[in-house]
Structures are given as C-alpha cells and as structure tokens.
C-alpha cells in the first residue's frame, strides 16, 4: 500500500495566511463524506469461543480509489475484560465493486480469550493522515463475543456411567421380581396340584384297592419331596432320604409304601384314613385349605 497522505483541499476550505494572522480553524469532513467506510467482525458473526483459545478479529477499512491511496495507521488495542490481543497482522486489497475500484486493508487482531462469559470486544480506533495537518479519526463499533468454559467428558462419562448402572439395577430388580412372582406362582400351582390330589386320594379311602391306594400317595410324597428340595420327582428316594435325617417323622409312613410295593393286603377305610391324615401333616396340608 502506497503510504500517501488523504488529500481533502477540495472537501475543506483553504485558507491564506501569513507569518502575523493566523489562519481559521478547518472543519474536516467525515470518513462517509470521503467515502471511507470500516467494517468489523468476522462474516456470518462471533462464532462461540473456548476460554483459553485465541481467536482473530478482522478490522477492515475500505474507500474508493479515485487515483489516491491512504496511510491507515492503528491508534488502539483489543485488550478488554477477559480478553488480550496477542498479535495483529494486516492485508491490502483491491477489488471492483459497482463498476468502481475500491481499495482496503484489513487488520487481523490475534486475541486471547482469558474469561468466561458474554465478553466485548472494544471499538478499534485508526487515524489517516492527511494535507491538513489533522488526522482523520477512526473507530469501529463494538462486538460481543460469547467465551464457554471447556468441555469436560468426565462428567457426562460419569453420568451415562450411574444412568446404566441405574437402568441396570432397575432391570435387574424388575427381572428378579418377576422370576420370584413366577416361583411362588409355580410353588402356589404345585401345592393346588398336591391338595386336588389329596382330595381325590381321601374319597377314595374307602372304595380303592389298598395297595393301589397307598402307592398313589407314595407319588403324591415324592413329588411334594421334589417340590421341597429342588429334584425331580423320578431322582426321589424317600427310603435314602429317611435315613440321611433329611425327611424326620416320615419313617411310618415310608414303611406302609414299602408293605405296599413288596405285598400288601387288605385294609380298612379308617386306616387308609389316619395314613392320609398322617400324610397331611407331614406335607404340612390343612385340610381347611382343601376347598380353596
């Protein structure tokens, strides 16, 4: 850029003086009224700014050319609160606009965002020289910038962190009800079972053949034991369970099923009647649960 001095003779009136008058004070034209214009800020805005980030600020100063240039001399600075300028670099150019030739320059400003929050940028201040021997003042207008603090993952880890472990803790408890409603549901279903059979088993004291009688009790106990202890009902052996101590009280009633499987014999009603009620107790049956 040619560093000539702005010529404004033919804006300001001269005056004739001599070495005793002095000469009147020259009122000097507006930077619109040569046609200058300044321009701050990037195109499109201040995008958001990360604290500790430095970012450019472009200043531009552009007029028509008309045979002349201008010497455009930076008079202030970006410092501000929160923010510091760090460097400043500077552009000519030249372009045609609407048929005219229009020169610019462009001061870029590196600056520092030290702070957090809606923070200024202040209005940067140029002055021209001129023939006048007063310069020409000026001043851009002021911008806002947006500065966030920086992101920080570790929150956002931990929280997705507690979130699935609180899903999955939730889903856990849910499946664990659930599977704990399905076994009191199939141990409610499996004792149902055992009492319909029982009362079959009672009305039946009478009028079935004995043996036959009390080996369908015998399967009513094993499948009660297999219930009880986690088996099925075909691994039960209620003779091998007496003796290990783990079925107490039952050593009468496993004799009546052995009589039965190795001979047998006729019985009375009242007798396949108190081994029933024997029975009851042992698989802890109330026979006021029968009708439910």
Not at 30 to 58: H, K, N, R, W, Y
Not at 154 to 171: D, K, M, N, S
Request: aromatic residues 6%; glycine residues 8%.
């Amino acid at each position: 850029m040619e560093n000539d001095s702005l010529n404004v003779e033919n804006v300001a009136d001269s005056a004739v003086t001599d070495s005793v008058v002095a000469a009147p004070e020259i009122e000097m034209p507006t930077p619109e009224q040569l046609g200058i214009s300044i321009s701050a800020g990037p195109q499109g805005g201040m995008p958001a700014v990360t604290v500790g980030d430095t970012f450019e600020f472009p200043v531009t100063v552009s007029w028509g050319v008309q045979g002349s240039a201008l010497l455009v001399v930076p008079t202030g600075t970006a410092n501000a609160k929160g923010l510091t300028q760090v460097g400043m670099s500077q552009e000519s150019a030249r372009s045609v606009k609407d048929g005219k030739e229009v020169a610019s320059i462009t001061f870029t400003y590196k600056i520092l965002a030290a702070d957090t929050g809606n923070l200024h940028i202040p209005a940067m201040r140029f002055e021209i020289p001129t023939q006048m021997g007063q310069p020409l003042d000026l001043r851009s207008e002021s911008v806002d910038v947006r500065v966030n603090e920086p992101f920080n993952p570790l929150p956002l880890a931990v929280g997705l962190i507690v979130a699935l472990c609180v899903l999955l803790a939730g889903l856990w408890r849910v499946k664990r009800r659930s599977a704990a409603r399905e076994a009191v549901a199939a141990k409610n279903a499996a004792e149902d079972a055992l009492r319909e059979r029982m009362m079959v088993l009672k009305q039946r004291v009478n009028t079935a053949d004995s043996r036959e009688w009390l080996l369908e009790l015998e399967s009513i106990c094993k499948d009660y034991v297999a219930e009880k202890f986690g088996m099925t009902a075909s691994a039960v052996n209620l003779d091998a369970l007496v003796k290990d101590g783990k079925l107490e009280g039952w050593e009468s009633l496993i004799e009546e099923f052995a009589h039965a499987r190795y001979g047998g014999g006729k019985r009375d009603g009242f007798e396949n009647r108190e081994t029933w009620k024997g029975a009851m107790t042992l698989m802890a049956i109330s026979e006021d649960d029968m009708g439910r």
